[in-house]
């Protein structure tokens, strides 16, 4: 959720403004732009206006998609401006509420981590990979972050290894081992005079970061469009220019799988995948000043979604429901 860009780099200030513009502009998105536009205060050093952000989506009556992690936010950020005590209330609610999702529980854990709660946050991170993994045969990529944050913290601890370690190191996928990268004495090398032990730690640091930059969440995918059998019927029917760009609906949904995977061998990052609507297409054209017939608009029209926080990465564990919504796991619809 939070922009990986130096802020030296951007204008924090601006971006944040633009975003909350475009809030305004496409309430149903407010949650997924409001949350980019407090990172953004928060990057800038304006953390009382990212926490009037999150009281902004908690108060407005609207039903969150993500609700525990507008809190979590919120009380990371609170923390890091000297209101410690209502970031342990919030802290403490979440821990309460046991929420499915991993990435409330992140952050709160790592918000402990940072102010020295060592022992609060091995806890944190302990309580969420039970409740969130046991009698899982493979873990999702977004528990990822759960793993490899307790496996950090318990080396910290000097806690020997155990069931969950295990599980962490089996998906760090990174030439350094994890007891190797989360080292607490790792620090000490960095006052060597050494050549060879700086540049070990050089190296494990650009692993440490790699790591961490595969693990953000980036606001702007590369994203194909996707339109479900209704909408892609009414669509055609309405617009029938279109229906050289789709000549079925299941040559449509092929595309899409062929078109992401090539993306993916070629390299490409950060790959997603947005859903149109026939309503939502025509008054993006009315906005354009163009025919929903132009073809040309569709490209467009899958960026704007993208950049409304609309897309879902790509590709789908393959134990998760497949993106084309045929109720099939991923392994065994498109995914096979």
């Known amino acids: 959720m939070r922009p990986d860009t130096p802020a030296e780099n951007v204008d924090h200030i601006n971006e944040a403004a633009r975003l909350e513009r475009t809030a305004d502009r496409y309430p149903e998105d407010a949650e997924a ?3 980019r536009a407090a990172a953004h205060r928060e ?18 009556g609207a039903d969150l998609d993500n609700p525990y992690l507008v809190r979590a936010l919120k009380a990371s950020n609170l923390w890091e401006y000297g209101h410690e005590a209502e970031a342990r209330a919030i802290i403490d609610g979440i821990r309460t509420a046991s929420p499915r999702d991993p990435a409330p529980w992140v952050i709160v854990a790592e918000a402990l981590e940072a102010h020295d709660e060592l022992e609060q946050a091995h806890e944190t991170f302990t309580e969420a990979v ?26 910290m601890l000097g806690a020997a290894h155990d069931e969950w370690d295990a599980l962490a190191d089996s998906v760090h996928r990174h030439p350094i081992g994890l007891d190797e990268l989360h080292d607490p004495k790792r620090v000490w090398s960095l006052g060597s005079e050494n050549p060879e032990e700086l540049e070990a730690e050089i190296l494990r640091l650009r692993a440490e970061l790699g790591a961490y930059r595969e693990a953000l969440s980036r606001p702007f995918p590369v994203a194909v469009l996707h339109w479900p059998a209704g909408e892609l019927a009414e669509m055609t029917d309405a617009y029938p220019d279109l229906a050289e760009e789709y000549p079925s609906h299941e040559a449509h949904l092929a595309t899409i ?15 997603g995948i947005v859903r149109g ?26 960026t704007t979604l993208a950049a409304r926080g609309r897309a879902v990465a790509w590709p789908p564990e393959r134990s998760e429901a497949c993106w084309c919504g045929s109720g099939q796991v991923y392994g065994e619809c498109h995914g096979v």
Do not use: C, I, K, M
Request: aromatic share 6%; hydrophobic share 40%; proline share 8%.
């Open 33 to 35: 732009l409001l949350l």
């Open 43 to 60: 990057l800038a050093g304006d953390r009382p206006a990212a926490t009037a952000l999150y009281d902004r989506l908690l108060t407005s």
């Open 130 to 155: 039970r409740l969130l993994l046991t009698g899982v045969s493979e873990p999702p990529r977004a528990t990822y972050a759960l793993l490899l944050g307790r496996h950090r913290v318990r080396r």
């Open 257 to 271: 799988e062929g078109a992401l995977r090539e993306l993916a061998a070629s390299g490409t990052p950060n790959l």
């Open 277 to 302: 609507t026939v309503p939502s297409y025509e008054a993006f054209a009315a906005s354009e000043l163009t025919s929903p017939s132009d073809a040309s608009l569709l490209p467009q029209y899958a």
